[in-house]
């Protein structure tokens, strides 16, 4: 994915001896691995703030302990958990939206300045948003609009950090590769929570202050180094999957000038269509986006509501007969996140493994079904259960989230269908993301209100999410196993048409 007026990062100005032939092109892969991959976990980390407050702003609960919760208007009140809901809907409703814009203009500009733009943007808005507590702020218009200012810059990171690595990397072990570096978003979240939490003692503004500061850090750090494509720093990745290195000089010029004429008729077709990005409703109609981006519509409202409300669950649920403090809780919460980095890297590789995307996903969502069943019902009985059910929850859960926002984005993003089209990916991704973060705009939002009637209520939610979001892979699975039984291998996606 390369904009039409690429720029190199000014870190290799500054550090000439990053450049070929000095570097390697693996060592690249892995500079770009590693700095997308703080980019979104720190994207994750600024995003994680409001749930770990969410126990100190909401209505109080009756515990043994002498606590003097009060809560924060407007979030204290009767309705505080419907309030706290809208909060979270404000937020991932302009999050959702901005998605398939966002994806819209990074297929057209460049990906490093679109990135940094929307890292600086969110640290601001998540600063702002702490404000509300050094100011005394009581206003919900003040929190619901700070929040849907920052759903738009948040939108801006997703499409443009896998568009980077859709760039640098073939479609071979391309689900394990993804499930690793996907983890980024659990890896964020663990970050946030145990910051926030951290720092909640000092005051709630804090929980916004850091991670604030964090994104914008490693936004500077992005704006320095990250390198859109390989083809900024003379690599050419050609669409077999062998990689070519080159430098500047004469000799890698005519080696350039070689594998040119080799593979004119694909390079010449990909630089015709890299002019034009594909459009969105002819995404739309690409096999395999619907089923799953309606699948992940299912499996991003589970994981997000697991996101915004389990530090308040946990809170709210007493474990082995005792209420947990706010910062223990929210800490405790991690152990979900932390199985879904496991999740994420397993569901990688089995998907690799049997080249199968939709039957790894469903079997994944399958499992997770009875997951929620003993964790709903067991996880209270004591610290030990509650921590060995949570970590197999997330890991079940954001297995096959964490496989279709990467892996399966990736293969629809760039298959044989559009000819290489360099500028699909971007679009693509947003098109699937965008509409599981409708789905996730949903989830906290319906659990802020369920709740009221009892947390029963909101994991048969949780439960018929998953049935539904196996449902839209059914027919794509079939073909799979169809295709695993008759022995035949595609050399592109393993996602086909069903």
Excluded at 27 to 47: K, P
Aim: charged fraction near 10%; aromatic fraction near 12%; glycine fraction near 12%.
């Amino acid at each position: 994915m390369r904009s039409n007026t690429p720029s190199l990062a000014p870190g290799f100005t500054l550090f000439p001896s990053l450049k070929p032939p000095h570097t390697t092109l693996f060592f690249h892969q892995i500079f770009v691995l590693i700095l997308t991959f703080l980019a979104y976990a720190s994207f994750h980390a600024s995003r994680k703030p409001p749930s770990i407050v969410k126990s100190v702003l909401g209505p109080t609960v009756q515990t043994n302990s002498t606590s003097n919760d009060t809560g924060w208007a407007p979030f204290n009140g009767p309705e505080g958990t419907h309030r706290l809901g809208e909060l979270d809907l404000a937020f991932l409703t302009s999050y959702a939206i901005g998605m398939y814009f966002a994806g819209h203009v990074g297929d057209r500009i460049d990906l490093r300045l679109f990135l940094v733009f929307g890292m600086i943007g969110s640290g601001i808005l998540t600063i702002i948003f702490g404000f509300g507590y050094w100011f005394d702020v009581h206003l919900l218009g003040y929190f619901i609009g700070v929040q849907v200012i920052c759903g738009v810059f948040q939108s801006i990171g997703w499409p443009c950090v896998v568009s980077v690595v859709g760039n640098w990397f073939g479609k071979e072990k391309r689900g394990l590769i993804m499930g690793v570096w996907t983890s980024h978003t659990s890896v964020g979240n663990i970050i946030g929570s145990v910051v926030a939490s951290g720092v909640l003692e000092f005051g709630w503004g804090w929980s916004f202050l850091v991670p604030g500061i964090l994104i914008i850090v490693v936004g500077i750090l992005v704006f320095c180094f990250l390198v859109v494509s390989p083809d900024d720093l003379g690599f050419e990745i050609m669409a077999s999957g062998k990689e070519i290195e080159m430098s500047v000089g004469e000799e890698n010029v005519a080696n350039l000038e070689k594998a040119e004429s080799e593979e004119a008729g694909l390079l010449e077709n990909k630089d015709s269509d890299s002019l034009a990005a594909i459009g969105f409703l002819e995404a739309w109609r690409l096999p395999g986006v619907a089923p799953f981006s309606f699948c992940l519509f299912f499996s991003k409202l589970v994981a997000y509501t697991f996101l915004y409300w389990l530090p308040f669950y946990i809170r709210h649920t007493a474990v082995a007969g005792v209420h947990l403090s706010h910062k223990t809780a929210g800490i405790l919460s991690t152990i979900f996140d932390i199985g879904g980095v496991l999740g994420g890297v397993l569901a990688g590789f089995v998907s690799d493994v049997i080249d199968a995307r939709a039957v790894t996903s469903v079997t994944f969502l399958l499992l997770s079904i009875p997951a929620l069943i003993l964790y709903r019902i067991y996880g209270s009985v004591s610290m030990v259960t509650n921590i060995g059910l949570m970590f197999l929850s997330g890991l079940l859960v954001n297995g096959p989230y964490s496989l279709i926002t990467t892996a399966v984005a990736a293969d629809l993003g760039t298959q044989d269908l559009i000819k290489g089209n360099s500028r699909a990916l971007a679009t693509v991704t947003a098109i699937i993301d965008g509409t599981g973060s409708v789905g996730a705009a949903l989830g906290p939002l319906l659990a802020g209100y369920i709740s009221t009637r009892g947390w029963n209520s909101v994991f048969l939610m949780l439960i018929f999410a998953i049935f539904f979001a196996s449902i839209f892979l059914v027919r794509v699975a079939k073909s799979e196993i169809g295709r695993m039984v008759s022995g035949e291998k595609e050399l592109g996606s393993s996602v086909t048409a069903s």
